[in-house]
């Protein structure tokens, strides 16, 4: 009997009282800390998170959703593609490690090919099935956020929109990773330089061609636009491979390349090689790193380095403030690439 009364205690869920008896501390008290209070010191949020580690408390999101009317979820809507290299891991990566100290569950929500985005945000959004939403790959005038702006939803994108009222967003600064490639190709003697990226609905293309747009200008070479012109979607990683081996052949191989993601620099790279061309010699290419993919590449090429998991920590900080109540407009980081050129 005594075995079992000892079983049930030790299986027993782990609670607020039993982390306030362990430190001391009230159970409000408690309580407060580990929803990240203002009011409770650094050290005594420490000290309280690892007792309720150590103890293996989990806070009861069905009865705090009771409690509060809220879900205690945040969802991240995401289209999945072949061609975005290590994207969603690494955003909900930095996503996950600011929200663990809080009550709220991230819940990646994948859309698949042929699904239509807005149709299943507006759900969301109509449900309220979350308490915030963080939408990628935004479009100038992007339906999605307007859609939740319209209900008061709480909303942060990774890119910007030109909707009005503003939005919170986090963004990389695209406009000046084009502009410091473009020098960087007209430095290695590059007269002509293509833009590669098959998404051209999506704002972060108008940045990127007025960053390149500049460069041009105070360089002199000149852009191919015909790199520009291809279909998107799984196919373009193809077409860039096939393009880039005939280009080599006819001679028609523009100089220099930008490429906005890391899989259109290997796919350049190989139909290069495979045309007998050589990566430095024939071409060069400057692409945007959002992994650790291109540290192993040989020969290895230059680029300018998004970091993700960042991005996911400032989104995540963000919707957590923007569903405290702060104003959107006070909600907006540009975050700044950081190049790194070879010899």
């Known amino acids: 009997m005594r075995g079992n009364s000892v079983a049930r205690m030790t299986t027993k869920q782990p609670t607020l009282k039993m982390i306030a008896q362990r430190t001391g501390y009230a159970v409000t ?3 407060k800390a580990l929803h990240d209070a203002p009011n409770i010191s650094v050290k005594t949020k420490r000290y309280i998170r690892e007792i309720a580690e150590e103890v293996g408390y989990q806070p009861d999101r069905a009865g705090l959703s009771l409690r509060t009317g809220n879900t205690h979820k945040i969802i991240l809507p995401m ?21 663990e100290s809080t009550p709220y569950e991230l819940v990646f929500h994948p859309i698949l090919p042929g699904h239509d985005e807005l149709e299943q945000v507006q759900n969301i959004v109509r449900n309220r099935a979350a308490d915030g939403i963080v939408l990628a790959q935004t479009a100038p005038d992007d339906a999605r956020v307007q859609f939740a702006q319209s209900y008061d939803f709480p909303v942060v994108t990774h890119g910007r929109t030109r909707l009005e009222p503003p939005h919170a967003y986090y963004d990389f600064d695209n406009e000046t990773f084009a502009h410091q490639a473009g020098l960087r190709l007209a ?6 330089v293509a ?26 070479f000149q852009i191919a636009d015909y790199w520009n012109k291809a279909s998107g979607g799984d196919d373009y990683i193809h077409w860039l491979r096939a393009q880039s081996a005939n280009a080599v052949q006819t001679k028609t191989m523009p100089q220099g390349v930008i490429c906005s993601s890391e899989i259109a620099a290997l796919a350049i790279m190989d139909g290069v090689t495979e045309a007998g061309g050589e990566v430095g010699r024939d071409v060069h290419i400057i692409a945007r790193k959002t992994s650790n993919l291109l540290d192993y590449l040989h020969p290895r090429i ?19 403030q923007r569903i405290n109540g702060a104003d959107p407009k006070d909600l907006q980081i540009i975050g700044s690439p950081a190049p790194s050129w070879g010899n």
């Open 29 to 31: 008290t408690i309580s």
């Open 79 to 99: 289209q999945l593609s072949d061609d975005i290299s290590d994207f969603s891991r690494r955003l909900i990566l930095g996503m996950a490690r600011i929200l």
């Open 187 to 192: 430095e290695l003697g590059c007269t002509q």
């Open 195 to 220: 833009l590669l990226t098959p998404e051209c609905e999506f704002t972060f293309y108008q940045h990127l061609q007025a960053g390149l747009q500049r460069a041009a200008r105070e360089s002199g």
């Open 302 to 320: 230059d680029w300018v380095e998004e970091d993700l998991i960042v991005a996911g920590e400032h989104l995540a900080q963000l919707l957590l």
